[in-house]
């Protein structure tokens, strides 16, 4: 299966101010997508710690590294220089992500009704990209999203706002990346169960695991271990849709029926 | 300064289920207690990868690496066992942690007017440790917090329930957290602007952090860059309180100055 990495830049995830709700959304699109999200690392605003985080990454093999965040006009924006860095491909102008970027403050000086909006150094960083890399359009916003091949990995730069984050992922992430899945398909179900403690469940969880080895299978305490409720997660990524739902189902009944002989209830049933 | 990095052990996180709220938390408490959070990462529920992703994490000599995740009854739960791994201090049971799981199961035994219930495998678990490691008590739920030295870094785990983290966090981490930050502080302060795009923004920042240094100061567009509003958030950590406000203080009268100068209004000040 395909392997996929996640690096969040910012500094303001490090000290607790934002949620990384741009992490979850893209765990969550590329999992469905039939992809396998293999690690999160979010780093802060710092060009040596971007380019080792990224090094590191790329050590791992993923087919695609996907950064967040980092890629706007101001000096704290330095994701760039850390891939430029990594890959040893240093920043240039680059005449399409130039075109880009000039377009848009084009657009800007008109809706505010000036003949135009100066491209300063602050501006121009933008549309400056490691050696080889190509801009992808920004629907959105100012920064135009940046890919770049490196040995087996395709490494992809996001902006941080989610908005432009999430445009640009649909418009020129998506299609490379279902090319990638082919027929994978992910399919989860899920179950609540009570009258049974975790610790009661997990002999059963390892029964069904090791009797359906490419369903994924965790519990999920809601309620406290002395008065459970916990909900068991069910899921896989299979070569085709079909496969991947007949994995699920063949566990969730052998886990219901043995639940249920064990004296536990099954509350709730979910499957998409 | 003090480095911690946190590590976010769970499948559900990669795969988009689950907004890893728990990180956001402890980068915040620990941000607050003066300590510089310096990476997050976030693994699979796998020993090879927890294991591989501790090793990682030692390596770039952290006070403290603290997981959240995996401790639990079942399975699924290998944090310890990957942390064994890593730190080549192979699982045994702890006599200490062994009597905290007893208690638990004795009170939850008497909660439901049971006689006894079983010390199963699956209960033991969660008092196997890594060797020389020592327990700590959970309040709230079954599964101890866990904390062993290892050169330069002090490893602690904590579970992925949130009320269970926060209370073993709050109980028996952050009075060995306040120490080591000792008079270390974190200040911010925020600032909203309108009236500027970022890119117009970006030379002052540069020139305020410039004259600065120990300030970070981080612009978040608000709105779009035709129509902005821009958010500028300052931060320090520093040696002791007033060192910290007065160096933010300093760096927001010169901020707001030039802001001002070049057209720029403030909308919105807010200082803690």
New interface residues.
């Given amino acids: 299966m395909a392997n996929i990495e996640i690096m969040s830049v910012?500094?303001?995830?490090?000290?607790?101010?934002?949620?990384?709700?741009n992490?979850?959304?893209?765990?969550?699109?590329?999992?469905t997508l039939g992809l396998n999200?293999?690690?999160?690392?979010?780093?802060?605003?710092d060009v040596d710690?971007i380019s080792a985080?990224v090094n590191?990454a790329i050590s791992r093999k993923p087919d695609f590294l996907i950064t967040t965040g980092g890629l706007?006009?101001?000096?704290?924006d330095k994701t760039l220089e850390g891939i430029a860095k990594a890959l040893n491909a240093p920043l240039e102008l680059n005449e399409e992500a130039s075109k880009m970027v000039e377009e848009?403050y084009k657009?800007?000086a008109q809706?505010?009704g000036l003949e135009k909006?100066e491209l300063?150094?602050?501006?121009v960083?933008m549309a400056r990209l490691p050696k080889g890399a190509k801009p992808l359009p920004n629907p959105?916003?100012?920064a135009p999203g940046v890919i770049i091949k490196h040995q087996k990995a395709t490494v992809v730069s996001l902006p941080g706002?989610p908005s432009e984050m999430e445009a640009i992922f649909e418009k020129s992430l998506e299609p490379l990346l279902k090319k990638l899945a082919g027929k994978a398909t992910?399919f989860?179900a899920s179950l609540g169960v009570s009258g049974m403690?975790?610790?009661?469940?997990?002999?059963i969880?390892?029964k069904v695991?090791h009797d359906n080895p490419y369903v994924?299978?965790?519990?999920?305490?809601r309620g406290?271990?002395?008065?459970p409720h916990i909900e068991i997660?069910l899921?896989t990524t299979a070569e085709d849709s079909a496969t991947a739902k007949n994995r699920v189902s063949r566990a969730i009944v052998q886990i219901t029926e043995t639940i249920q002989t064990k004296g536990g209830k099954i509350t709730r049933f979910k499957a998409k």
Same sequence: chains 1, 2.
């Fill in positions: 910012g500094n303001e995830l490090l000290i607790g101010k934002t949620l990384n709700t992490a979850q959304w893209m765990a969550k699109r590329l999992t999200v293999r690690r999160i690392t979010t780093v802060s605003d710690e985080a590191e706007g006009p101001t000096f704290d848009k657009t800007y809706e505010r909006i300063t150094p602050a501006r960083k959105v916003g100012t706002v992910f989860e403690m975790e610790s009661e469940l997990a002999p969880i390892d695991m994924y299978i965790k519990s999920h305490p406290q271990e002395g008065i997660h899921s």
